[in-house]
């Protein structure tokens, strides 16, 4: 809290507090918020405790949860709807009981809020965009691209509506204006940043669950969602060649593990249908030995799989990781901004990402990781490069750490935050950030073109 301004009241609004990039991103933006004196409280429709980070169950952070009780779809379809009007019931609820409580209000994610919370309560409105969510759908039948035409309409238009927009890579900012270009103002970029001190405890051997994992292989890793966009097959694939393409010999191969890690909700079913087709592919048509861990597993996989699927890790399994593997393999294309590749820096940790999207901002090619095309035989020959030594996988993890110490330290995006929500709530620009909203400029260029014409001809 900036020396002089009072402590604020903070709302964060997010559709399912669960394990993945945004949901780390709105955590940390509420404990660096907090941390500067700031009253903090989180608004969910669905938090699972043990399907959650753990500032979330822990006390760090206060957690309301309303609208869970509605279905999250309709025989698989319509998720956004459904997505929409949980959020609608969440906000009617706040709006009933505590609509005047708040100074700020951060919305991520869904925007369709943003109207409601503009009209009925006194709050100033932030929402930060991961990504505009018109450009994440598939319109795969005719049914949902006629329905879609509205959601995305009601998208432009409520996002609009919020006082500030705030966005998280220049890359996003782009495909923002191309994406609602009748939204005048200029969205912030505000970079995720981690929490070092989450990522500088010490790994716990005596933990039960990191004893599953424990092992005397070298360990390639890959940290994602298990959802087809994520294309963990690309690491699972350039893995496989390794050994198919006699990139290194078989008894190396035999010294690696590759462990496809990342959030999965048996409730999502292309969480369950893309882990059995990544299963199947390592079986069939590579032939490797899989095992799977789910969060409740106490059976330790066998020395022999090469291939380890880890659903929903908790916190010492991902500092067990960060801390015991050589790489990290970062598959998804077009990522907006990615959080672990920030993560497996601050770690050491060298980073293979893909040539588009947030991690062209965040990893520098050939200094703190590799920048490919994402080809399976590319990264394949990238993996071996470490392998042999080709790279120095030491020296660009520790500048990786710095790089990442320099850049996106938790203090500094509270800082920036704090910045743009005392503007907020001042009606002033920011002290310490440039600012260029356009639609203020606008909406002077049109009063005096009204003016004239009125002048001129009435």
């Known amino acids: 809290m900036t020396e002089g301004n009072a402590k604020l009241k903070i709302a964060f609004i997010h559709p399912d507090l669960g394990i993945g990039g945004a949901e780390r991103l709105v955590v940390d933006a509420a404990v660096g918020i907090q941390s500067k004196g700031h009253e903090v409280v989180m608004y969910t429709s669905h938090h699972d405790p043990n399907h959650c980070f753990e500032e979330t169950r822990d006390g760090t952070l206060e957690v309301r949860v309303c609208g869970d009780s509605l279905p999250r779809d309709l025989f698989g379809k319509f998720y956004i ?35 409601f919370l503009k009209w009925f309560s006194s709050a100033n409105v932030l929402f930060y965009c991961h990504f505009p969510d018109k450009l994440l759908t598939k319109r795969d039948s005719k049914l949902k691209q006629l329905y879609r035409v509205p959601i995305d309409k009601i998208e432009e238009w409520s996002t609009g509506m919020a006082d500030t927009i705030a966005v998280n890579s220049q890359f996003t900012a782009g495909m923002f204006r191309r994406s609602f270009p009748i939204i005048l103002k200029k969205p912030r970029v505000l970079y995720p940043p981690i929490n070092f ?18 092992t005397h292989k070298k360990t390639i890793v890959s940290i994602n969602r298990f959802e087809r966009k994520k294309n963990v097959e690309l690491a699972l ?26 959030g999965y909700d048996k409730r999502v079913s292309e969480n369950v249908e893309y882990l059995k087709e990544l299963d199947t592919l390592a079986t069939q048509t590579f032939g490797l030995e899989t095992f799977t861990i789910l969060p409740y597993s106490t059976e330790k996989p066998p020395s022999t799989a090469q291939v380890i699927f880890l659903c929903s890790f908790n916190d010492t399994q991902r500092t067990y990781l960060l801390a015991n593997s050589m790489l990290l393999l970062y598959t998804p294309s077009n990522e907006h901004f990615g959080i672990t590749p920030v993560e497996s820096m601050y770690a050491s940790l060298p980073v293979i990402a893909a040539n588009s999207g947030g991690p062209l901002e965040t990893v520098k090619d050939k200094e703190t990781g590799l920048i490919l095309a994402p080809e399976p035989d590319l990264w394949a020959k990238g993996i071996r490069d470490f392998i042999s030594g080709t790279y120095n996988g030491t020296e660009m993890g520790k500048a990786g750490r710095e790089h990442v110490k320099s850049k996106f330290s938790l203090e500094s995006f509270a800082d920036q935050l704090e910045d ?14 440039e600012y260029d909203n356009v639609e203020y400029a606008m909406r002077i260029f049109i009063a005096i073109g009204i003016f004239i014409v009125w002048y001129k001809y009435l």
């Not at 990522?199 to 004893?211: A, G, I």
């Not at 929500?421 to 950030?433: A, K, N």
């Open 420 to 433: 743009v929500l005392e503007e907020l709530t001042s009606g002033g620009r920011p002290t310490r950030h």
């Open 81 to 115: 709807i459904f997505a929409i009007l949980r959020q609608l019931a969440l906000v009617l609820w706040i709006l009933k009981h505590e609509k005047d409580t708040y100074d700020i209000i951060f919305v991520d994610q869904l925007s369709a809020c943003v109207p």
């Open 237 to 262: 694939r350039a893995f496989a060649l390794l050994n198919k393409d006699r990139l290194i010999s078989e008894e190396d191969f035999s010294n690696y593990r590759l462990v496809l890690a990342g």
């Open 197 to 214: 001190s989450a990522y500088d405890k010490t790994v716990d051997l005596s933990d039960p669950s990191v004893q599953l994992i424990e």
